[in-house]
């Protein structure tokens, strides 16, 4: 693992960037074409809790719906991960165990990573131990933006390393990061420092994911996949709060990078609200009803 | 000096915006003499559905409100209204009617408002009841707004058929979506100016124009919508509307297709029954 050379990311064109983006904006998916990509939207769900007030229960019953998001047709989902706090993980992935549904967990520090290295580290062991299959981890954004980049890369491949098994998702807070190329440079870095995934928001500021900003770590995604052979992962997450959006990025994952990428084990959605409204449109689609909230589980 | 004419350009009202029906489709409004008078929105299912969505938005907020600021935006509407009941007669005499019927249909719908915005704090208190039971429980019902509620208008009386369904509607609670009277399109967009200038949230009131065919189905088709009223005496109209409303047990209220007396039974009409079985000491 060598750290990256900043003369091979692109400074972005934000313009050509926010027009490409919102060209997948204007395709338009009807009958089979949308049932079968909200099908596929429900398989590649992250769904998430991470709230103070979570608990057993309410984890659990999550668990419940990501295993068979609609109990009336077993055939849609189950949901790629559920993904929780440090304390919910044993819970989490009792619940979920032979379901085939990963238990993924922020840690280090989540969500500001404003913590030592070394408890942060000792937070995805914990993790680990208890049972996690993927770890979401935070850069530390203010060391970034004061221009500390190795240490960025660093803390990357430290993290990777005290995953062991388990799936390295990085979390670049793409809203903090100010610019395109920063937050290019920023996905970089975390490729060559070894993420298995590169994830754009925490959930917890605004803006959160966004298409633009997505489309540049995808296309830092095929790049660095050019150069290397390495496939990486990508996951938006935050703000994608309808089925119409979700599909949109699908558009964009397939004319960037390919049918490859189409499947829950590189492409997943982190979303808490975004679950039920794929519901509902897939009982549209197939029962020719609008739908109401009324008729589906809350959590 | 002669100047050109305004022709005004009759929209939607979708919470509490002005949109055009995203279709781009219109209908060519013509006075009583055949004259050209003005392009009235078309409006189509899915600006029916845009409309659900916001009335939907707006319902628990709406539920919440104090009866006493329900009853006050409803006077509200009515001083408003009366403000402007001169353009509310010109506009209806420009779609049929005479002045005399005109004149008087605008005092008859601010009057219902009045007479809606007195039963705001009253209904519930009408409607409610202690009930005996045998254990010991203090038992009690109570009226609660149905919810997001379409109302298929009367096609004859304009301005007044359109407020004898929606003052009862809204001052119960719910959250309404209007389909306007195909034969006076244009007092309803401009009652919804009214409205709009009347402190009633976004999203409470939303009226579309269009047709009462293409429309009435996916009104009762809709499983975001609670109940539905339809003023028609149309018998295919009502069963089919019967028959998709059955999917989720939604209310049918059928009227005759023209204005509503003024009732606090039209308030009950949209509202559900909770009761309550509170435990007490012996």
């Known amino acids: 693992m060598t750290f990256?050379?900043?003369?091979?990311?692109?400074?972005?064109?934000?313009?050509?960037?926010?027009?490409?983006?919102?060209?997948?904006?204007?395709?338009?998916?009807?009958?089979?074409?949308?049932?079968?990509?909200?099908?596929?939207?429900?398989?590649?769900?992250?769904?998430?809790?991470?709230?103070?007030?979570?608990?057993?229960?309410?984890?659990?019953?999550?668990?419940?719906?990501?295993m068979r998001p609609l109990p009336e047709d077993p055939s849609v989902g189950p949901a790629a991960a559920v993904c929780v706090y440090p304390r919910m993980v044993k819970v989490a992935a009792k619940a979920v165990e032979g379901s085939g549904v990963k238990v993924a967990s922020v840690a280090t520090a989540f969500p500001s990573g404003q913590m030592r290295l070394k408890e942060r580290l000792a937070e995805i062991r914990y993790c680990v131990n208890e049972g996690a299959d993927e770890i979401d981890m935070v850069i530390s954004r203010g060391q970034f933006l004061q221009g500390e980049y190795r240490a960025i890369f660093d803390e990357v491949a430290k993290c990777k390393e005290a995953c062991g098994e388990a799936h390295l998702k990085v979390i670049l807070e793409t809203g903090e990061l100010a610019t395109y190329d920063q937050v290019r440079w920023a996905s970089d870095i975390s490729?060559?420092?070894?993420?298995?995934?590169?994830?754009?928001?925490?959930?917890?500021?605004?803006?959160?994911?966004?298409?633009?900003?997505?489309?540049?770590?995808?296309?830092?995604?095929?790049?660095?996949?050019?150069?290397?052979?390495?496939?990486?992962?990508?996951?938006?997450?935050?703000?994608?709060?309808?089925?119409?959006?979700?599909?949109?990025?699908?558009?964009?994952?397939?004319?960037?990078?390919?049918?490859?990428?189409?499947?829950?084990?590189?492409?997943?959605?982190?979303?808490?609200?975004?679950?039920?409204?794929?519901?509902?449109?897939?009982?549209?689609?197939?029962?020719?009803?609008?739908?109401?909230?009324?008729?589906?589980?809350?959590? | 000096m002669s100047r050109l004419g305004i022709k005004k350009t009759y929209k939607l009202f979708i919470g509490g915006k002005f949109p055009r029906t995203e279709s781009g489709r219109f209908i060519e409004f013509n006075d009583s003499k055949g004259d050209f008078l003005a392009n009235v929105s078309w409006g189509s299912k899915k600006d029916l559905r845009n409309a659900i969505v916001a009335a939907r938005s707006a319902q628990a907020g709406w539920a919440g409100a104090s009866a006493y600021l329900k009853g006050q935006i409803l006077y509200r509407i009515a001083e408003v209204l009366d403000g402007r009941s001169e353009q509310f007669v010109s506009e209806l005499v420009a779609q049929g009617l005479t002045a005399d019927v005109a004149g008087e249909e605008v005092a008859e719908a601010i009057d219902l408002l009045v007479h809606y915005a007195g039963w705001s704090d009253k209904y519930s208190a009408l409607f409610s009841s202690v009930n005996p039971v045998a254990s010991s429980h203090f038992n009690f019902s109570?009226?609660?707004?149905?919810?997001?509620?379409?109302l298929i208008a009367p096609t004859k009386g304009g301005l007044l058929g359109l407020v004898s369904v929606l003052a009862p509607a809204i001052v119960g609670?719910?959250?309404?979506?209007?389909?306007?009277?195909?034969?006076?399109?244009?007092?309803?967009?401009?009652f919804a100016e009214v409205l709009a200038t009347s402190d009633v949230p976004g999203g409470v009131v939303n009226i579309l124009t269009g047709k009462r065919d293409e429309l009435q189905v996916p009104f009762a088709s809709h499983m975001d919508v609670n109940a539905v009223v339809l003023c028609s005496g149309d018998k295919a109209a009502k069963k089919a509307v019967d028959l998709e409303a059955a999917e989720n047990l939604k209310r049918v209220v059928n009227h005759p297709d023209r204005p509503l007396e003024g009732?606090?039974?039209?308030?009950?009409?949209?509202?559900?029954?909770?009761?309550?079985w509170h435990p007490i000491g012996v």
């Open chain 1, 4 to 66: 990256p050379d900043r003369r091979l990311s692109p400074a972005i064109d934000q313009v050509g960037v926010e027009e490409r983006a919102a060209r997948f904006c204007t395709r338009s998916l009807k009958k089979e074409t949308k049932l079968s990509g909200l099908r596929l939207a429900v398989t590649m769900l992250d769904v998430t809790t991470l709230e103070g007030a979570d608990s057993v229960g309410k984890v659990r019953q999550m668990c419940a719906k990501a």
């Open chain 2, 263 to 276: 009732s606090p039974y039209h308030i009950l009409d949209l509202q559900e029954t909770k009761t309550t």
């Open chain 2, 142 to 150: 109570v009226p609660e707004p149905t919810g997001v509620v379409g």
């Open chain 2, 173 to 190: 609670g719910n959250t309404v979506v209007l389909l306007a009277s195909e034969k006076f399109p244009l007092t309803a967009i401009s």
């Open chain 1, 191 to 299: 490729m060559a420092a070894g993420a298995d995934f590169i994830k754009t928001s925490t959930g917890k500021v605004s803006p959160a994911a966004t298409l633009p900003v997505t489309l540049v770590m995808l296309q830092a995604i095929e790049d660095f996949y050019e150069r290397t052979g390495r496939m990486v992962g990508m996951k938006p997450a935050g703000g994608i709060s309808n089925a119409k959006l979700a599909l949109q990025y699908l558009v964009m994952v397939r004319e960037v990078l390919g049918e490859k990428w189409l499947n829950n084990e590189w492409f997943r959605f982190g979303a808490s609200s975004l679950t039920n409204d794929l519901l509902m449109q897939i009982r549209k689609q197939e029962t020719g009803r609008y739908q109401s909230g009324d008729y589906f589980t809350k959590d």
